[in-house]
């Protein structure tokens, strides 16, 4: 019902900035909230940051002043800003959207909460 792209994955060196983009398409209308996770090998994945309907953000502690996500809905284009990146951020990143409305906070950035899901770009931070 809802298609996820990723982009903009790569290679870049510690320090550096990188801007991964999903495109939405299909019954987009019925999301509430959008995030981006990551997973490296051998690791949960975990969620980095969420955005809901009305604009509001939550981050991971660890990402927490070097990443930016933002929405375009005109585009329906979901973004995450990297910055400063480090080499503990190398994980491939998934884009997740969830027609859910929680009644906990605590599960933005829960992966079992999210019902859609895009294939996933590889981002790797060289030192």
């Known amino acids: 019902q809802v298609r996820l792209v990723e982009s903009g994955g790569g290679s870049v060196q510690a320090g550096g900035s990188l801007r991964l983009s999903c495109k939405a398409s299909g019954a987009t209308y019925s999301t509430y909230y959008m995030a981006w996770f990551r997973q490296a090998p051998g690791t949960e994945r975990e969620g980095v940051a969420s955005?809901?309907?009305?604009?509001?953000?939550t981050y991971a502690q660890s990402v927490k002043g070097r990443f930016t996500i933002s929405q375009d809905t005109a585009k329906s284009t979901l973004y995450l800003q990297m910055n400063n990146v480090k080499p503990e951020d190398t994980s491939m990143y998934y884009c997740a959207a969830t027609d859910r409305y929680f009644s906990d906070h605590d599960m933005v950035l829960a992966p079992a909460q999210y019902n859609y899901w895009g294939q996933g770009a590889q981002v790797t931070v060289s030192s």
């Open positions: 955005i809901d309907n009305l604009k509001s953000t």
